[in-house]
Protein backbone atom coordinates (compact mmCIF):
# COMPACT_ATOMS: atom_id res chain seq x y z
CA UNK A 1 0.00 0.00 0.00
CA UNK A 2 2.47 2.50 1.11
CA UNK A 3 4.85 1.49 -1.94
CA UNK A 4 2.21 1.94 -4.15
CA UNK A 5 2.06 5.60 -3.16
CA UNK A 6 5.29 6.60 -3.25
CA UNK A 7 5.56 5.43 -6.38
CA UNK A 8 2.81 7.83 -7.99
CA UNK A 9 4.09 10.46 -5.76
CA UNK A 10 4.10 13.46 -7.43
CA UNK A 11 4.95 16.33 -5.80
CA UNK A 12 2.80 19.58 -6.11
CA UNK A 13 3.51 23.14 -4.84
CA UNK A 14 1.45 22.08 -1.45
CA UNK A 15 3.93 19.51 -0.88
CA UNK A 16 6.75 22.14 -1.92
CA UNK A 17 5.83 24.27 0.82
CA UNK A 18 6.14 21.51 3.70
CA UNK A 19 9.49 20.45 2.59
CA UNK A 20 11.13 23.83 2.07
CA UNK A 21 14.45 21.96 1.15
CA UNK A 22 12.81 20.77 -2.67
CA UNK A 23 12.15 24.28 -3.15
CA UNK A 24 14.18 25.32 -5.95
CA UNK A 25 17.62 27.20 -4.40
CA UNK A 26 18.05 30.45 -5.76
CA UNK A 27 20.59 32.72 -5.15
CA UNK A 28 20.55 35.62 -3.22
CA UNK A 29 24.01 36.79 -3.55
CA UNK A 30 27.30 35.88 -2.72
CA UNK A 31 28.35 34.59 0.61
CA UNK A 32 30.84 37.63 2.24
CA UNK A 33 32.97 34.74 3.78
CA UNK A 34 33.15 32.04 0.88
CA UNK A 35 32.02 33.47 -2.33
CA UNK A 36 29.52 30.87 -3.03
CA UNK A 37 25.77 30.90 -3.30
CA UNK A 38 23.56 32.44 0.05
CA UNK A 39 20.47 30.58 -0.49
CA UNK A 40 17.12 30.52 2.00
CA UNK A 41 16.13 27.94 4.01
CA UNK A 42 12.96 27.67 6.76
CA UNK A 43 15.77 28.91 9.60
CA UNK A 44 17.29 31.78 7.68
CA UNK A 45 19.81 32.78 5.07
CA UNK A 46 22.72 30.18 4.46
CA UNK A 47 26.03 30.11 2.85
CA UNK A 48 24.98 26.58 -0.03
CA UNK A 49 28.22 25.52 1.56
CA UNK A 50 27.47 23.75 4.91
CA UNK A 51 31.51 23.85 5.88
CA UNK A 52 31.41 27.96 5.89
CA UNK A 53 28.81 28.13 8.27
CA UNK A 54 27.76 31.71 6.81
CA UNK A 55 24.35 32.36 8.32
CA UNK A 56 21.67 35.37 8.79
CA UNK A 57 18.74 33.94 10.96
CA UNK A 58 15.48 34.99 10.66
CA UNK A 59 14.54 35.28 14.40
CA UNK A 60 17.75 36.85 15.16
CA UNK A 61 17.02 39.55 17.99
CA UNK A 62 18.75 41.52 15.75
CA UNK A 63 15.73 41.70 13.29
CA UNK A 64 13.13 40.73 15.66
CA UNK A 65 13.89 43.57 18.33
CA UNK A 66 13.23 45.68 15.38
CA UNK A 67 9.94 44.81 14.42
CA UNK A 68 11.53 43.28 10.83
CA UNK A 69 11.32 40.00 9.34
CA UNK A 70 14.00 39.67 6.80
CA UNK A 71 13.31 38.52 3.82
CA UNK A 72 15.05 37.26 0.37
CA UNK A 73 15.12 41.04 -0.80
CA UNK A 74 16.54 42.15 2.27
CA UNK A 75 18.99 39.76 2.27
CA UNK A 76 20.33 40.11 -1.36
CA UNK A 77 20.70 43.62 -0.58
CA UNK A 78 22.87 43.19 2.41
CA UNK A 79 25.07 41.02 1.03
CA UNK A 80 25.79 43.32 -1.51
CA UNK A 81 27.85 44.64 1.50
CA UNK A 82 26.61 48.27 1.19
CA UNK A 83 24.16 50.37 4.00
CA UNK A 84 20.67 49.49 3.43
CA UNK A 85 17.75 52.05 4.76
CA UNK A 86 15.45 50.05 6.74
CA UNK A 87 12.15 51.09 8.57
CA UNK A 88 12.45 49.80 12.09
CA UNK A 89 10.21 49.84 15.06
CA UNK A 90 10.71 49.96 18.67
CA UNK A 91 8.49 48.29 20.69
CA UNK A 92 10.26 49.69 24.02
CA UNK A 93 9.61 53.13 22.65
CA UNK A 94 6.82 52.46 20.43
CA UNK A 95 8.30 54.52 17.82
CA UNK A 96 9.37 54.13 13.83
CA UNK A 97 12.68 55.37 13.14
CA UNK A 98 14.93 55.02 9.94
CA UNK A 99 18.14 52.86 10.26
CA UNK A 100 21.00 52.09 7.78
CA UNK A 101 22.54 48.42 8.09
CA UNK A 102 25.09 47.09 6.86
CA UNK A 103 26.10 43.37 6.85
CA UNK A 104 29.96 42.52 7.37
CA UNK A 105 31.81 39.38 7.84
CA UNK A 106 35.74 39.12 9.04
CA UNK A 107 35.87 35.41 7.92
CA UNK A 108 34.69 34.05 11.46
CA UNK A 109 31.65 36.23 12.65
CA UNK A 110 29.28 38.25 10.66
CA UNK A 111 27.99 41.25 11.90
CA UNK A 112 25.25 43.57 11.35
CA UNK A 113 26.00 47.21 11.97
CA UNK A 114 23.77 50.00 12.51
CA UNK A 115 23.85 53.56 11.83
CA UNK A 116 21.72 56.38 11.74
CA UNK A 117 21.27 59.20 9.12
CA UNK A 118 22.03 62.42 10.16
CA UNK A 119 19.13 65.11 10.74
CA UNK A 120 19.10 68.32 8.65
CA UNK A 121 19.82 71.06 10.20
CA UNK A 122 21.00 69.84 13.62
CA UNK A 123 24.27 70.19 14.21
ZN1 LIG B 1 30.17 30.84 2.48
Known amino acids: MLSSIIANYVPD ?3 RMLFPSQRSR ?3 GTCPRCGKNVIENSKGFVCEDRGC ?6 ASHFFTKKGLQPDA ?5 LLTGKPVRLRCHSD ?3 KDYTAYVRL ?3 GNKS ?3 MSFPRKKGRR
Do not use: H, P, Q
Open 13 to 15: DAT
Open 26 to 28: VSL
Open 53 to 58: GFAIWK
Open 73 to 77: ELITA
Open 92 to 94: EKD
Open 104 to 106: TDD
Open 111 to 113: ELR
